[in-house]
């Protein structure tokens, strides 16, 4: 799996699960906080959430025409700067007011503007090392593991903002409640109804509160509390950020070379691939009509940090007993992650001693989930919110090895699907991610129903575990195929542009995320969950019905 691969990769890789790892430690938070801290409706903060996404993921396309004129690492090592400022910003608690939220989008915009610089050029530059005929044909490998790398920051991010979360919450004597704060702010708003009113009695004298006369000196300590500790989390993404210039900067030689534009090529009398005018429309159109399409898969996916999340808050079980908290515990995920390559290393290694050394591993890590699951068999957990978010990273590189295994057999033997073909059979999959979803909530009440105080039986944790895992096949499918099928057919000239689009292609899907936060509320959650089915659905039809187009664009 990663025998024959560039040096520049691993360096590049690394380089970029820094980064993921303080993004996705704030976003792992970032809608919890607007709503504890301000107070914001599920409408205003699906808004400046999918705003926010928008943002990251469509400046990209100015990141890259700025590549193609001024080069890749200079605005890669310029993003990272403004991150850096953007997440420091963040961090600080100024306020509440008009005063906090106008500095939290300021500092929003600046991460969305790093991150712009960033993300595009970097996957460009990992691209460029596979136009090495020597590597050319690890294309699609080599994008499968910067994928892999770039989930393995987002699998520890969610522990690493509840970790800071829960420390900071002790501090003051509190434990994290998911429903607290919207009841804080009904009570401080006078909106609370009478059965919302009894419930929030019961979660203060739960926090320890004697008093029930002073629920309004309550109800302001918990949200500032909790507001602060997520601040605190906000700030990890600054150590991450300084993590990852180290790693670029250190290991810079192993990937300068793939540090040139087509410009900077031609100008130093480099032989640059010569398209016609034909062939250049071709392939610009066929990426635009692969653009169109992921639109829709990132509008459904990316609903893991909005109404997923506010799924797992409101209608999840709060804790777990037994073997199922381990599920719950990053270490034990790490093991399970170490058990499947080593069963692959005992496979695929070529010597002997490889062999034994694979087989020991993973004999030793599956002692310690034998040892830790007997420590787990009498154990009561919380379950926070963010938590679930660990999943769909933990999947993609506990996965990576197998649907690389199984692409690579079905390569050897001439049928493996193309990458437009693969995007296809994404979608479809999505769809049956939401399914799930679909028939889970038959039955739950409103969002507006909860609010108001309604009594239900939360669902159990698997229900978003099965999810995830559902929707990260079709991520495997979709998203590292799709960044290659890019960095194989973009025109030499476009290749920072067209990696660009593809960023805003997902901008597109990201800002339209909003639109079932924005239906959250009134609306019965299967109905919900049947719109993004839909979407999937037709969205699968249409790639199939171009796929002769899409596939000669390769030839």
């Not at 087509?262 to 159109?285: D, F, H, M, W």
């Not at 909005?306 to 093991?335: H, K, P």
């Not at 034994?356 to 379950?383: E, F, N």
């Amino acid at each position: 799996m990663f025998k024959g691969q560039p040096a520049g990769l691993f360096a590049l890789a690394l380089a970029n699960t820094g980064e993921r790892f303080g993004y996705y430690t704030m976003l792992a938070i970032f809608t919890l906080f607007l709503q504890a801290k301000f107070g914001f409706s599920e409408v205003v903060t699906s808004n400046i959430f999918s705003g926010f996404l928008a943002a990251v993921y469509f400046l990209p396309l100015l990141g890259g025409f700025l590549a193609d004129k001024f080069g890749y690492g200079k605005m890669v090592t310029t993003g990272i700067i403004v991150m850096f400022i953007g997440y420091a910003a963040l961090a600080i608690p100024v306020g509440d007011g008009t005063a906090g939220i106008a500095a939290m989008i300021a500092a929003l915009l600046m991460i969305a503007l790093g991150t712009g610089l960033f993300k595009g050029n970097l996957q460009v530059m990992v691209g460029n090392l596979y136009d090495d005929p020597k590597y050319s044909s690890k294309r699609d490998a080599a994008f499968s593991l910067f994928y892999m790398a770039i989930n393995v920051g987002a699998l520890f991010a969610p522990t690493a903002a509840s970790k800071v979360t829960d420390y900071f919450m002790k501090l003051k004597g509190f434990t994290y409640n998911g429903d607290i704060p919207a009841f804080a702010h009904q009570y401080l708003d006078g909106t609370i109804t009478p059965e919302a009113m009894e419930k929030f009695n019961a979660l203060a004298q739960a926090q320890g509160v004697t008093d029930l006369s002073d629920l309004t000196g309550f109800a302001n300590s918990y949200i500032e509390t909790l507001s602060g500790s997520y601040h605190w989390g906000f700030s990890v993404a600054c150590i991450s950020l300084v993590i990852s210039m180290l790693i670029y900067v250190v290991f810079k030689k192993t990937f300068k070379h793939a540090d040139v534009t087509a410009k900077q090529a031609a100008n130093a009398g480099v032989k640059v691939q010569e398209l016609s005018p034909a062939q250049t429309k071709s392939r610009i159109i066929a990426l635009l009509l692969v653009f169109a399409v992921v639109i829709f898969f990132w509008m459904a996916f990316h609903q893991n940090g909005l109404t997923l999340t506010f799924f797992a808050r409101d209608y999840t079980e709060q804790s777990v007993t037994g073997l199922g908290s381990m599920a719950f515990d990053v270490i034990n995920l790490v093991l399970i992650i170490v058990v499947v390559y080593g069963l692959f290393g005992i496979f695929q290694s070529e010597s002997g001693k490889g062999k034994i050394t694979a087989s020991a591993i993973t004999v030793l890590a599956l002692l310690c989930l034998g040892w830790k699951g007997y420590l787990a068999a009498d154990k009561t957990i919380p379950i926070l919110p963010q938590m679930f978010q660990q999943f769909n990273p933990f999947f993609v590189v506990a996965l990576t090895p197998v649907s690389m295994a199984v692409f690579g057999a079905l390569a050897n033997k001439g049928k493996e699907p193309s990458a437009p073909r693969k995007i296809g059979i994404g979608m479809f999959i999505a769809a049956i991610g939401f399914c799930i979803m679909a028939v889970c909530s038959l039955g739950l009440p409103t969002p507006d129903e909860v609010k108001a105080g309604a009594d239900y039986t939360r669902v159990s944790s698997n229900v978003l575990i099965s999810t995830y895992l559902v929707l990260t096949f079709a991520e495997l499918f979709l998203s590292p195929m799709g960044i290659s099928f890019v960095s194989k057919v973009a025109p030499p000239k476009y290749k920072g542009m067209m990696m660009g689009c593809w960023f805003a292609a997902t901008a597109i899907g990201n800002y339209l995320v909003s639109v079932i936060g924005m239906l959250w509320g009134g609306i019965p959650l299967w109905i919900l969950w049947s719109i993004l089915i839909a979407l999937c659905l037709v969205s699968a039809l249409f790639i199939f019905s171009i796929m002769k187009k899409l596939e000669s664009a390769t030839e």
